[in-house]
């Protein structure tokens, strides 16, 4: 039951109820409202300071979350960036130097992005400093490894190279040392068989005897097998390659045809004493971008250090070639 209030009125000596006006009660309707409101919003915004919903502790969760993974993330990149530096760092001072190669530039592997603002789209976060710093080391390490990538990819496709000039450098005799006779006439100025001048024999003679098996020094194909070069009768050409093409004159048979792959050891023919011979024996030429080489220098596969020096004490000897 509302309670009742009087005032006393001097006038009439008497107590009087006090009765409210509609306005009156109507203010302060509005004024409790008002003050209820207020408090209302004091209390909510002291609770959401204070006291978290149910959704801010998922996203506090989810943030955490996050910044454990980012932490994460962040200490593999750093190991990946070790691994790809000692990589990097291999990958100048032994491949590339061992296949020939020049070294990659520093400033070329570490370059960063210039020109446009890659990552304005990142900007205005909360966490936007931290997210642009995470894809900028992302995006320069993703850019050291594809550099990275294509140098091992030169380096395999150079290995390969090398395997292959390696396998066809001529580097051995064509001749095996238990079926040669001796090494008759050596690289340089001899005395022609026939003329007796001087002239400049560009090859190896190996004398053995007619039959003995002659063997490719190198990998390669056979470009020629015929007897139409003057002087060299029956004679076998093959082209191994990187500027290298090897002579085998005066067979007495072949062994391969025109247009045949064979590889080091792959016999080839017979010795004989067909063209502009004396003897029975094998003149042997190396060439090396279309000019004789001194074939004394190619038999590294197959001479002890011993037995190359007799060889070369030999092949010095100016004396009268067999063809």
Known sequence: MAKVKYYYDSDTLSYRKIELRKRDKFR?????????????????????????????KVLKRELANMQLHYELIEKKMAQAEEVLEDIQKRDNNIYRIYFEANPIPEEQRKAGFGGVNRYKSLEGFDNSQMIIQATKDLDILSKQLYVQSKSLDEIINLARDKEELLASIPAIQPVSRQDLTRMASGYGWRLDPFTKARKFHKGMDFTSPRGTPIYATGDGRVIRR??????????????????????????????????????????IGYVGSTGRSQAPHLHYEVRYNENAVNPINFYYGDLSPEEFREMLRMASQEGQSLD
């Open 28 to 56: 302060r309707l509005m004024v409790f409202m008002v003050a209820s409101a207020l408090m209302g919003g004091l209390m909510v915004l002291i609770m959401y300071q204070f006291v978290e919903s149910p959704r801010q």
């Open 226 to 267: 015929d007897n139409s070069a003057s002087g060299y009768g029956k004679h076998v050409r093959i082209d191994h390659g990187f500027g290298y093409v090897t002579l085998y004159a005066h067979l007495s048979k072949y062994n391969v045809k025109r247009g045949q792959r064979v590889k080091r050891g792959d016999l």
